[in-house]
Structures are given as structure tokens and as C-alpha cells.
């Protein structure tokens, strides 16, 4: 499935009527240090929640789709309209393609978040958080490309997720 909207919530959601007659059915992501639980839907299943409305720029399979992640993570950030071309040239065709070929990573998207921000979402659902940290996972993120655009970033989070059963 294709997300085209984004949910988030804090608190006791899990608990709350709106989650058991709404949004049960959905995939949840809780955060891993802090009470925050994200899904992600298509318009056809659109539960009648408030949501963030998104746009899908690219979404890969990873080297490891046939697998299901239990592991989450998110890279949210905005840059300059200057910036944008470049960023986008760099996500698309060298930091999130190369990525996906890292083991162990099931899927690698970005999106555009249409309202609030950080505008630029990048998603990756992993079988390890360990993969983070291999060898192959750094050297996508260390290229001299990576080191010429992250300085552009700003209003930028990573958050790690695990999916709830």
C-alpha cells in the first residue's frame, strides 16, 4: 500500500475510543524514547481521523522486502527553496537507492508532507535497528555527496519506531 496520509498521537491513544473505532485496524509504529504512535494509510482504507496529508515522491523495495520489519525509522527535515533540486537529486538517486540495497532494509519511501512540517519524510522499515549500524548502511550516508547536502538541512528529527503487535 502506497501511504498517502500520515497519523500521529501521543498519550493513552491506544486506550481512546477514536483508536478502537477507528484506527485499530491500521499498522502502528510506536516511538522507541517517548509516547508517540504513527501510522500510515491509504486514501481507500482513510479512517475519519484528522490527518497529515502526504505525497509519495519515491518509494523502493529494499533488499530485503520479502521479509516484515518490526524496526521503524523516520528522517523528517526541511531545506531551503534553493536547496530543493539538489536534496531531491541526492535522496533520489544516490542516498535512498542506495539504502535500499543495505541488508537487512525491507523498504525505503520518501514523501511530502503537504501541511505542517518538516516538509521532506524519508521512511525506513528495517528487520534490525542493528542495521543502522553496518558497515554498509554508513557508507551510503558518508559519500562526499551526503557531506555537501546535510548541511543544508534544518528543522530536522530522526525518530526510531518498533511496529505494536
Not at 493513552?12 to 485496524?25: D, G, V, W
Not at 510506536?30 to 504512535?37: C, E, H, T, Y
Not at 520489519?69 to 527535515?77: K, S
Request: include cysteine.
Amino acid at each position: 500500500m502506497i501511504a498517502t496520509h500520515l497519523l500521529e498521537r501521543s498519550g493513552n491513544f491506544l486506550e481512546s475510543p477514536e483508536f478502537k473505532q477507528s484506527a485499530a485496524h491500521l499498522t502502528w509504529w510506536k516511538a522507541v524514547d517517548q509516547v508517540l504512535f504513527r501510522a500510515y494509510w491509504g486514501e481507500a482504507s482513510l479512517p475519519q481521523l484528522e490527518a497529515t496529508p502526504l505525497q509519495l515522491l519515491l518509494d523502493l523495495k529494499g533488499v530485503s522486502y520479502q521479509t516484515t520489519g518490526q524496526f521503524h525509522y523516520v528522517v523528517e527535515t526541511d531545506v531551503k527553496p534553493e536547496h530543493e533540486e539538489e536534496m531531491n537529486a541526492w535522496y533520489n538517486t544516490e542516498h535512498l537507492v542506495g539504502l535500499s540495497q543495505v541488508p537487512g532494509v525491507i523498504s525505503a519511501t520518501r514523501y511530502l508532507r503537504l501541511s505542517g512540517g518538516p516538509r521532506f519524510v524519508a521512511c525506513y522499515e528495517l528487520e534490525s535497528p542493528l542495521i543502522l549500524e553496518s558497515k554498509e548502511w554508513l557508507a551510503v550516508r558518508h559519500t562526499a555527496w551526503s557531506s555537501r547536502v546535510r548541511p543544508m538541512f534544518f528543522n530536522t528529527f530522526r525518530q526510531h519506531f518498533v511496529r505494536l503487535s
